[in-house]
Protein backbone atom coordinates (compact mmCIF):
# COMPACT_ATOMS: atom_id res chain seq x y z
CA UNK A 1 0.00 0.00 0.00
CA UNK A 2 1.04 3.74 -0.54
CA UNK A 3 -0.20 6.32 2.11
CA UNK A 4 -0.06 9.84 0.39
CA UNK A 5 -0.79 13.03 2.79
CA UNK A 6 -0.75 16.55 1.09
CA UNK A 7 -0.36 19.99 2.84
CA UNK A 8 0.09 23.25 2.50
CA UNK A 9 -3.39 24.62 1.70
CA UNK A 10 -5.02 27.89 3.24
CA UNK A 11 -7.22 30.83 2.43
CA UNK A 12 -5.22 33.68 0.24
CA UNK A 13 -6.63 36.84 -1.57
CA UNK A 14 -6.82 36.95 -5.20
CA UNK A 15 -3.47 37.08 -7.07
CA UNK A 16 -1.46 35.12 -3.89
CA UNK A 17 0.75 32.23 -3.94
CA UNK A 18 0.05 28.68 -1.99
CA UNK A 19 2.46 25.60 -2.56
CA UNK A 20 0.87 22.32 -1.84
CA UNK A 21 3.26 19.44 -0.96
CA UNK A 22 2.10 15.79 -0.99
CA UNK A 23 4.48 12.97 1.09
CA UNK A 24 4.63 9.17 -0.17
CA UNK A 25 4.74 7.11 2.28
CA UNK A 26 4.15 2.58 2.84
CA UNK A 27 5.69 0.51 0.01
CA UNK A 28 8.08 1.63 -2.16
CA UNK A 29 7.40 1.31 -5.49
CA UNK A 30 10.25 1.83 -8.10
CA UNK A 31 8.55 5.19 -9.76
CA UNK A 32 5.27 6.99 -10.24
CA UNK A 33 2.69 9.00 -12.34
CA UNK A 34 1.64 11.47 -9.38
CA UNK A 35 -0.77 13.55 -9.96
CA UNK A 36 -2.86 17.07 -8.29
CA UNK A 37 -6.24 16.74 -8.83
CA UNK A 38 -9.23 19.30 -7.53
CA UNK A 39 -12.73 19.08 -6.98
CA UNK A 40 -14.84 22.37 -6.32
CA UNK A 41 -18.41 21.94 -4.35
CA UNK A 42 -20.66 20.81 -7.12
CA UNK A 43 -18.16 20.30 -9.59
CA UNK A 44 -16.88 17.01 -11.02
CA UNK A 45 -13.07 15.97 -10.14
CA UNK A 46 -10.35 18.10 -12.02
CA UNK A 47 -7.17 17.11 -13.00
CA UNK A 48 -4.46 19.53 -12.78
CA UNK A 49 -0.93 18.60 -13.44
CA UNK A 50 0.96 15.30 -13.24
CA UNK A 51 4.28 14.22 -13.36
CA UNK A 52 6.84 11.06 -13.45
CA UNK A 53 8.93 10.26 -10.72
CA UNK A 54 11.45 8.80 -13.14
CA UNK A 55 11.97 11.47 -15.55
CA UNK A 56 9.84 12.87 -18.58
CA UNK A 57 7.81 16.01 -18.99
CA UNK A 58 4.88 17.17 -17.36
CA UNK A 59 1.23 17.71 -18.11
CA UNK A 60 -1.27 20.52 -16.92
CA UNK A 61 -4.87 21.25 -17.65
CA UNK A 62 -5.29 24.02 -19.28
CA UNK A 63 -7.39 25.84 -16.88
CA UNK A 64 -3.72 26.18 -14.73
CA UNK A 65 -1.39 26.56 -17.44
CA UNK A 66 1.36 29.23 -16.87
CA UNK A 67 0.21 29.52 -12.74
CA UNK A 68 0.76 26.36 -12.06
CA UNK A 69 4.10 23.78 -11.20
CA UNK A 70 4.16 20.21 -10.31
CA UNK A 71 8.02 19.49 -9.24
CA UNK A 72 8.93 16.33 -7.07
CA UNK A 73 12.38 16.22 -4.53
CA UNK A 74 12.45 12.22 -4.60
CA UNK A 75 14.96 12.54 -1.86
CA UNK A 76 11.94 13.26 0.02
CA UNK A 77 9.46 11.51 -1.48
CA UNK A 78 7.55 14.49 -1.89
CA UNK A 79 5.89 16.20 -5.03
CA UNK A 80 4.67 19.84 -4.77
CA UNK A 81 1.79 21.75 -6.67
CA UNK A 82 3.46 25.89 -6.83
CA UNK A 83 0.11 28.06 -7.61
CA UNK A 84 0.30 31.25 -8.48
CA UNK A 85 -1.84 34.42 -9.25
CA UNK A 86 -4.52 32.45 -7.58
CA UNK A 87 -8.07 33.44 -8.88
CA UNK A 88 -11.04 32.64 -7.14
CA UNK A 89 -12.10 29.84 -9.28
CA UNK A 90 -9.63 28.00 -8.03
CA UNK A 91 -10.84 27.22 -5.05
CA UNK A 92 -11.54 23.90 -4.36
CA UNK A 93 -10.20 20.81 -2.30
CA UNK A 94 -6.82 19.41 -3.69
CA UNK A 95 -5.94 15.97 -3.62
CA UNK A 96 -2.48 14.26 -4.82
CA UNK A 97 -2.79 10.94 -6.26
CA UNK A 98 -0.58 7.95 -7.39
CA UNK A 99 0.14 5.21 -9.99
CA UNK A 100 2.76 2.89 -9.30
CA UNK A 101 4.66 2.66 -12.71
CA UNK A 102 8.48 1.05 -13.10
CA UNK A 103 8.22 2.77 -16.53
CA UNK A 104 6.61 6.10 -18.01
CA UNK A 105 5.12 3.81 -20.97
CA UNK A 106 2.83 2.65 -17.92
CA UNK A 107 0.94 6.28 -18.98
CA UNK A 108 -1.14 8.18 -17.00
CA UNK A 109 -2.80 11.77 -17.44
CA UNK A 110 -5.34 14.21 -15.73
CA UNK A 111 -8.01 11.09 -15.47
CA UNK A 112 -8.73 10.41 -11.88
CA UNK A 113 -9.66 6.30 -13.03
CA UNK A 114 -5.67 6.69 -13.91
CA UNK A 115 -4.55 6.56 -10.36
CA UNK A 116 -4.93 3.72 -7.72
CA UNK A 117 -4.04 5.88 -4.55
CA UNK A 118 -5.29 9.00 -3.08
CA UNK A 119 -5.09 11.44 -0.19
CA UNK A 120 -7.25 13.09 1.80
CA UNK A 121 -6.98 16.70 -0.10
CA UNK A 122 -5.99 20.25 1.86
CA UNK A 123 -8.52 22.78 1.11
CA UNK A 124 -7.53 26.19 -1.16
CA UNK A 125 -9.81 28.73 -0.92
CA UNK A 126 -9.33 31.96 -2.90
CA UNK A 127 -11.05 35.09 -1.77
CA UNK A 128 -11.53 37.99 -4.66
Known amino acids: QVQLVESGGGSVQEGGSLRLSCARSGYAYSSYYMAWFRQAPGKEREGVAT????????LYADSVKGRFTISQDNTKNTVYLQMNSLEPKDTAMYYC?????????????????????WGQGTQVTVSS
Open 51 to 58: LYTGGGGV
Open 97 to 117: AAHPCPSFRCGAGLLASQYEY
